[in-house]
T-cell receptor, first 115, second 114 residues
Framework: GAVVSQHPSRVICKSGTSVKIECRSL??????MFWYRQFPKQSLMLMAT?????????EQGVEKDKFLINHASLTLSTLTVTSAHPEDSSFYIC???????????FGPGTRLTVT | AQTVTQSQPEMSVQEAETVTLSCTYD???????LFWYKQPPSRQMILVIR??????QNATENRFSVNFQKAAKSFSLKISDSQLGDTAMYFC???????????FGQGTRLTINP
């Protein structure tokens, strides 16, 4: 149990376009999901906390108008990178929180390349 | 704010050897969790082991065990009888009780050689 999926696994988009990444908890409900960004050979950097039915909480330095997060159901959170630029190219990872004991289950990640 | 430090960017050992990865953290809180995650080349994050700060007993999971020194704010991971499949990036992570979000260390790249 406790499987989290992400779609797509890889995406290439042109500069100036928007791209949506989906994160789903497949066998449990997740009130809270997290979005991370990971640059090559670096650690995970938390971008935002996504709470079902309410606005996401963004970490300092993360542009909320550029990285739109929607958590419309207990099993789905989406991250939309708007007006993407090459510097947005990165590996994006989501996780879903399953309670008691609180534990984060991670998705397989999405590699975004902006050309 | 909490910080997590992994001072060993890379480590390499022979198969079947024992290896210890270091992690230190800084916090003023008393209730928290510590984790070790493994990220193999597939980049899927996998939980290796977790430790609740209120527990004095060190956590163990098969070949994986931790040495949790709360006063020293140290949380090392020992891998016994290392296997080729243990080759991965290992991240130490800190989580506050109730806050849920994690702070990760910089990672240690572990290579197990045949």
């Amino acid at each position: 149990g406790a499987v989290v999926s992400q779609h797509p696994s890889r995406v290439i988009c042109k500069s100036g376009t928007s791209v949506k990444i989906e994160c789903r908890s497949l066998d449990f409900q997740a009130t809270t999901m997290f979005w991370y960004r990971q640059f090559p050979k670096q650690s995970l950097m938390l971008m935002a906390t996504s709470n079902e039915g309410s606005k996401a909480t963004y970490e300092q330095g993360v542009e909320k108008d550029k990285f739109l997060i929607n958590h419309a159901s207990l099993t789905l959170s989406t991250l939309t990178v708007t007006s993407a630029h090459p510097e947005d190219s990165s590996f994006y990872i989501c996780s879903a929180l399953r309670g008691l004991p609180y534990e984060q289950y991670f998705g397989p990640g999405t590699r975004l390349t902006v050309t | 704010a909490q910080t997590v430090t992994q001072s060993q960017p890379e480590m390499s050992v022979q198969e079947a050897e024992t290896v210890t990865l270091s992690c230190t953290y800084d916090t003023s809180e008393s209730n928290y969790y510590l984790f070790w995650y493994k990220q193999p080349p597939s980049r899927q994050m996998i939980l290796v082991i977790r430790q609740e700060a209120y527990k004095q007993q060190n956590a163990t999971e098969n070949r994986f065990s931790v040495n949790f020194q709360k006063a020293a704010k140290s949380f090392s991971l020992k891998i016994s009888d290392s296997q080729l499949g243990d080759t991965a990036m290992y991240f130490c992570a800190f989580g506050l009780q109730g806050a849920q979000k994690l702070v990760f260390g910089q990672g240690t790249r572990l290579t197990i050689n045949p």
